[in-house]
């Protein structure tokens, strides 16, 4: 299994686009992938220089329901013109960061054939599971920040119901993709245990020179009994990446734009 970060908010190579995004291809023995696209159409330019032909992808995922995941979306379906794209029956509802700033993918895109509505656990093909995480109990309260929804017509607390985790099993490991875990990346390895997890952790609010201290301390205790590979990127930010590798040292990995993982 191949993993290329065609988008992250930092790159060690100059040469590669990088913005405040997440987009990941993965090439397996039987498919080829395309988990998010990012904010703009810098995900295509990369995915050239990292030889990913972004027409050959046979399966799209959208991870949930904002911008900074699913706005490259048009440029993807322009590109290719036959994967189907998964999103969450909830993808194309309103949603803000506070009471004005609206933070979710672009809604012209609503009713797109091309766009599956996921609404419980799909298998989507030999090895691939796309899960929903509805009903699942909470080890952890989420913490939505100032993330909200607008659904009829009340503006609420979001409760993530858009987010969605693909564990791929390939060679008797098990990899699961999450977008930016804001259901809370302990809760998610609590229901899922992969052997390998890639995403955001999204606690790049929680200052670990303050406040959040004890957030990413109590994630650390929580994390490491895992035998779990970890690469992180996008949310979780890079001083608290820097402050987890301290403490889980090998277990923890940075995965930055234009970077490729082999598994």
Known sequence: MIIKSLLENTTENPSFETEHGLSLYIETGS???LFDTGHTSAFARNAEKLKVDLSQVDIAVLSHGHYDHGDGLETFLSLNQHAPVYISQYAMDEYMDGADK??????????NPRLVPVKENMRLGEGL??????GLSLKQPIQPGTLTARRSGVLAPDDFRHEQYLQITEGGRRVLLSGCSHRGIVNIMSWFSPDVLIGGFHFMNFDPAGDGKATLDAAVKELTP?????YTCHCT????????KKQMNDQLHYLSCGQEIIL
């Not at 609206?102 to 009713?111: D, E, K, P």
């Not at 895992?226 to 970890?230: E, I, L, R």
């Not at 930010?237 to 987890?244: D, R, S």
């Open 102 to 111: 609206y933070i979710g993918v672009n809604r012209a895109l609503q009713g």
């Open 226 to 230: 895992y035998p779990t590979a970890y």
């Open 31 to 33: 498919h080829k992938i």
């Open 129 to 134: 599971e796309l899960f929903t995480g509805e």
């Open 237 to 244: 930010g890079v001083a608290q990446y820097q402050y987890l």
